[in-house]
């Protein structure tokens, strides 16, 4: 199966700042077929992104995904207060679908 | 608005079985795949079992195969997880999500999820 692994543990930034993260691939994901998602404490998580770049419904433009073969990148251009979460990214190209271990984005 | 409610979660021990269901609406529950994901907690998110919409193609986690067995039923909207032989790892809060498209790899991205179930194995 492929590992999805994600950089950094933790981001710790103030909001209106930019925040970048990571999720690289132990082997490549065909397709492009990345998916990101946001968790806040207590609820499920939120479908953000699928094909590595393409915007979910009701996603704002502040969040762009991008990224091929095994390196992938979520780009959150100014945080909003309601955007400290922890963000997973997974991959559906094969079977299992397997998840990264995700991105913890704390206020500075 | 489209809804996933999942229930039958428990305190169950070890070795023992639980059967946990998913209540959908708000959408043609028989046009898409449905899957359970599960959370332990404090920790990351897991994949545990998917299946089609017409319940012909079903797969399992390698942690899962042998003791967990997907279904559903489309007259009655609803999905199941019969979860046997249960251990100490398998504890987790265990979600209902719906696969976002009709076909191929996009039956397996994750569009809606329900609040999850929590499953506790301890003696």
């Known amino acids: 199966e492929i590992v999805l692994r994600q950089s950094p543990g933790t981001l710790s930034l103030s909001p209106g700042e930019r925040a970048t993260l990571s999720c690289r691939a132990s082997?490549?994901?065909?397709?492009?077929?990345l998916a990101w998602y946001q968790q806040k404490p207590g609820q499920a998580p939120r479908l953000l992104i699928y094909g590595a770049s393409s915007r979910a419904t009701g996603i704002p433009d502040r969040f762009s995904g991008s990224g091929s073969g095994t390196d992938f990148t979520l780009t959150i251009s100014r945080l909003e207060p309601e955007d400290f979460a922890v963000y997973y990214c997974q991959q559906y190209g094969s079977s299992p679908p397997t998840f990264g271990g995700g991105t913890k984005v704390e206020i500075k | 608005e489209e809804q996933l409610v999942e229930s039958g979660g428990g305190l169950v021990q070890p070795g023992r079985s639980l059967r946990l269901s998913c209540a959908a609406s708000?959408?043609?529950?028989?046009?898409?795949?449905m899957h359970w994901v599960r959370q332990a907690p404090g920790k990351g998110l897991e994949w545990v079992s998917g299946?089609?919409?017409?319940?012909?193609?079903?797969g399992y986690a390698d942690s899962v195969k042998g003791r967990f067995t997907i279904s559903r039923d489309n007259a009655k909207n609803s999905l199941y997880l019969q979860m046997n032989s249960l251990r100490a790892e398998d504890m987790a809060l265990y979600h209902c999500a719906k696969g976002w498209g009709r076909f191929g790899e996009s039956q397996r991205v994750f569009d809606y999820w329900g609040q999850g179930t929590l499953v506790t194995v301890s003696s």
């Open positions: 708000g959408f043609t529950f028989d046009d898409y795949a």
């Open positions: 299946i089609s919409w017409n319940g012909i193609s079903i």
């Open positions: 082997q490549s994901v065909s397709s492009s077929y």
